[in-house]
């Protein structure tokens, strides 16, 4: 009987954030991503002797936006440093980092209903790009070389791969509500480097841990995590210990190979930057970006359910992202049928978007015209089904609701004596199917309903015709 303690993951995460800046970090260039290779950049970004780095400011204050959204505490005095290894798409052979006095300390983000604790949250500059060519050589791309970055550091209390995901899916959410990073992994504008290990079930005491790079995409960091968890976990039950060391992930193989041992920050040789000065984060300027803070998506999502009384479910798709919530806020405003707002959009808008690959700011129907669509339903003018049908068409014609309805005569039939009169003409032409239903066959109800429905073009209002038709085939009908 294998007596073993069982072994429980532990994983901690170091997420880099590319920031929205028009230019760089330190110099004028442009941080524009996808122009052509090694053309932004200059001097400085090259790290040519005798350039000198000037901070972008506004590198700071979407440190200090996503500090604030992130509930840590902002330093009121910080730092940059050298940080020095050499890497051939590193051109000054060191990168200007954070270690001492970061923008941020603390926090904490929600992943589902548990609280990430952050150790940090620091500004530093990226590296540019090395490419490497099916001939064997590498080229290099230094155009990344200056771009500003934020890098969230986890504590290690994240506990599967499922969680991390949920983790930087929410912090995800979180850059793009305060339109500081367009959150594209596959562009590389949000890049998670994960540190695994495992140790004994209540133990306390960490485990060797490794890092794992180049993950992609929310499913390559699952899938990754996930073969680092049961790797370790083989290799300590054989009796194997585990290295401390660097792991590039492989998602061609669904594997990791090794990439370089660990280092320490005492490797990097970290020192203060002789170019740049401490600079002063005062309580006036936390407080003047506290005031352009949008809404964030929990205070969002906890609003949602309790005010609008919509589901965890519901409030969590429309609050996914910033525009998607602002939508669904500018249709319920005008409605006050939170449910039927909600329905729309996470059905028809959603729907829509996705067929036409666009994003909600390209949406062709307004929120107006989806609320006009919502009244029209509540007070009886149009059927659902008439609404779905109206709605496909304004979005291709750009058409109002109202014109099309009114152009086209859809408005639903609830006149009771002219139904009444078709439902008598719908019955005498099928008697068969009415003693049918009186003899106890319940299912002939619908058959009714369809033919009525065809008779009036999907005009009749089905609540009146449920009633009107319930009564002319007997009580029994009623509820149908």
Not at 204 to 222: A, D, H, P, W
Request: proline share 5%; glycine share 8%.
């Amino acid at each position: 009987m294998d007596m073993s303690p069982a072994l429980v993951p532990v994983i901690g995460l170091e997420i880099h954030v590319q920031l929205k800046t028009a230019t760089k970090l330190f110099c004028g260039c442009s941080a524009k991503f996808g122009d052509e290779p090694n053309s932004n950049v200059c001097p400085v970004c090259l790290g040519h002797p005798g350039a000198l780095p000037v901070l972008n400011k506004k590198a700071i204050d979407f440190a200090i936006l996503l500090g604030i959204a992130c509930n840590s505490t902002i330093s009121g005095k910080s730092l940059f440093e050298r940080k020095n290894y050499f890497y051939p798409d590193l051109p000054k052979g060191y990168q200007i980092s954070q270690l001492e006095k970061p923008v941020c300390l603390g926090g904490y983000i929600f992943a589902g209903d548990k609280k990430i604790a952050l150790n940090r949250i620091h500004v530093e500059e990226d590296a540019g790009k090395s490419i490497h060519l099916h001939d064997g050589t590498t080229a290099i791309d230094l155009n990344r070389s200056g771009v500003p970055l934020l890098e969230i550091v986890t504590e290690p209390v994240i506990c599967s791969a499922a969680e991390a995901v949920e983790f930087l899916s929410s912090l995800r959410t979180i850059v793009r509500y305060l339109d500081i990073c367009d959150g594209n992994m596959e562009e590389g504008s949000l890049r998670c480097d994960a540190n695994v290990s495992v140790m004994p079930a209540g133990s306390g005491i960490l485990g060797v841990k490794t890092e794992i790079k180049n993950m992609n995409s929310f499913r390559n960091t699952e899938k990754a995590i996930n073969y680092e968890i049961e790797r370790q976990t083989e290799l300590i039950l054989d009796g194997g210990k585990v290295t401390q060391e660097t792991l590039l992930w492989d998602p061609d193989s669904g594997s990791a190979r090794i990439m370089r041992s660990k280092e320490e920050s005492n490797d990097y040789r970290y020192f203060p930057d002789p170019d740049l000065v401490e600079f002063s984060i005062s309580g006036e300027w936390t407080e003047q970006l506290k005031m352009i803070m949008p809404e964030m998506p929990r205070a969002r999502f906890d609003r949602y359910v309790k005010d609008h009384s919509l589901s965890p479910y519901d409030a969590g798709v429309i609050t996914q992202s910033r525009e998607l919530a602002d939508f669904y806020e500018a249709v319920a405003s005008i409605t006050s049928d939170f449910k039927s707002s909600a329905n729309w959009i996470m059905t028809d808008v959603l729907r829509l978007l996705n067929e036409r690959k666009i994003t909600v700011n390209q949406f062709p129907v307004p929120p107006e015209e989806i609320a006009s669509l919502i009244n029209m339903i509540n007070s009886g003018e149009i059927s659902n089904k008439i609404a779905k049908m109206v709605f496909d068409e304004i979005a291709d014609s750009g058409e109002k609701a109202a014109d099309l309805i009114e152009r086209k005569n859809l408005r639903q039939i609830s006149d009771s004596a002219g139904l009444e009169k078709m439902i008598d003409e719908v019955i005498a032409r099928h008697p068969a199917q009415a003693e049918e239903f009186r003899a106890g066959k319940e299912k002939v109800f619908g058959f009714f309903i369809g033919q009525i429905m065809k008779e009036s073009r999907g005009k009749a209002n089905p609540k009146l015709v449920n009633i009107i038709l319930s009564g002319k085939l007997g009580k029994s009908a009623v509820g149908n």
